[in-house]
């Protein structure tokens, strides 16, 4: 069982849960030790002074901060601890932010939260579940082995996570960072629709469900593959050449092959005719399509335009339907599912948010996992226990 590294109170108004905080996450990354080349002798590090390369005691060592060179100012070690925040009490919540509201670069490292005791349990899971129905974080700041961190404590999975954040001035700039962006007016940038076309109908074909599961540290497994190969005494193979990069002046090829790969599932380059013919085929539809659409959405706003300013479309005096057939739903597997108007739903109301995610999981709704309890019966109310899109937060 993990020990915590932390423990404390989280409090929000007048309303307080003793909890600890435990490590989310753990390293694997492979540890060598540093040994002289041809003998087993250990590789130790010393502090020495550059200019005499005299080793010195760690108690002799002070901090210094250099204003110009060889001009330091210095800092004993126990004026730092004066003015150290020191270790946090309390996590106190000062406000409570919309998730949707904040950019994925501003979360560091990831804790578990979990109540001190049995005891507790009401409190924690009445912030927990609060937390989750809002989706929204409590922020707050919180000093922990001498620093200070600004803090997200929201609801994942059923408990609750803290969250350390990167301050504002912590995050660069990629505009002034990085040189070779391109700017959105630039003709090396230009791209064309039917380009668009075929990269969006690559996205699609290659649309996968989130799963963590399906994805492992590869260079681990290639360094103790490494250690029992030499162990053994077999020779080592080189490592793959790296992709080259894509030719620009060939990139509708590219695109045209990358469809044809991701249809058949193979990895092989496939004949450059076919794949192109095929590439301008799901370009057209996919331009087809978005004409359409972009046609619809000039009625509708015509059809609102003219209801705004009091035009009523003439009465024809035909009776309208006062009944409407529902019509059977068709899934990605082109198989009929039943609609609400063929069946009556089932009440998901008094449901669980298990029991909800049980359901969502035998009907394979994607991106259940990031769903919320209310969200999860909104999407098997909507589609009829069927599929249901939604974007990770």
């Known amino acids: 069982m993990a020990r915590p590294i932390w423990s404390g109170i989280l409090s929000f108004g007048l309303v307080s849960v003793p909890v600890s905080l435990y490590a989310a996450t753990e390293n694997h990354t ?31 060592i002070v901090k210094g901060f250099e204003l110009a060179e060889g001009e330091y100012v ?35 490292t990831t804790y578990y939260l979990g109540p001190k005791g049995k005891e507790y349990a009401k409190v924690y899971t009445l912030l927990q579940r609060a937390l989750e129905q809002a989706n929204r974080a409590g922020i707050a700041m919180f000093s922990m082995r001498g620093k200070e961190y600004l803090t997200a404590v929201r ?15 912590e995050v660069r700039d990629p505009r002034s960072e990085i040189h070779t962006l391109p700017a959105a007016d630039s003709d090396t940038a230009a791209v064309s629709d039917r380009e668009l076309a075929m990269a969006e109908q690559l996205i699609d074909m290659l649309a996968v469900d989130w799963n963590p599961d399906d ?16 162990q053994a005494g077999q020779e080592v193979t080189a490592p793959e050449a790296a992709p080259s990069p894509s030719n620009v002046l060939d990139l509708m090829d590219i695109l045209g092959r990358s ?11 496939a004949k450059p005719d076919e ?11 996919a331009a087809a399509k978005a004409k359409s659409r972009t046609a619809r959405a000039g009625s509708k706003a015509a059809a609102a335009g003219r209801a705004s300013a009091g035009h009523r479309p003439k009465d024809t005096g035909a009776k309208k339907s006062t009944s409407t057939r529902a019509r059977p739903a068709t899934s990605a597997t082109g198989k009929k599912t039943s609609t609400a108007g063929s069946r009556r739903k089932e009440d998901l109301s008094e449901l669980t948010k298990a029991e909800l995610y049980k359901k969502a999981t035998a009907a394979d709704l994607p991106h259940r996992s990031t769903m919320t309890r209310d969200q999860l019966q909104h999407a098997l109310e909507t ?10 937060s």
Do not use: C
């Open 275 to 285: 794949a192109a013919a095929a590439a301008e085929a799901g370009a057209k539809s």
């Open 30 to 60: 492979v540890a060598f030790r540093q040994i002289q080349r041809g003998t087993s002798d250990r590789i130790r590090n010393k502090r020495v002074n550059e200019r005499t390369g005299e080793e010195v005691a760690f108690g002799d």
């Open 215 to 230: 994805y492992h540290d590869t260079f681990e497994e290639k360094v103790h593959e490494l250690i029992a190969a030499k």
């Open 383 to 392: 589609t009829g226990h069927g599929r249901h899109l939604r974007s990770a």
């Open 74 to 108: 210095v800092v004993e070690p126990d004026e730092l601890d004066r003015i150290s925040p020191g270790r946090s009490k309390t996590i106190e919540i000062t406000g409570f932010v919309d998730l949707d509201q904040v950019e994925p670069i501003y979360f560091d």
């Open 155 to 169: 609801s994942e999975n059923g408990i609750l996570t803290a969250h350390t954040m990167h301050f504002a001035d």
């Open 259 to 269: 469809l044809e790969n991701a249809k058949t599932g193979s990895g092989s380059a």
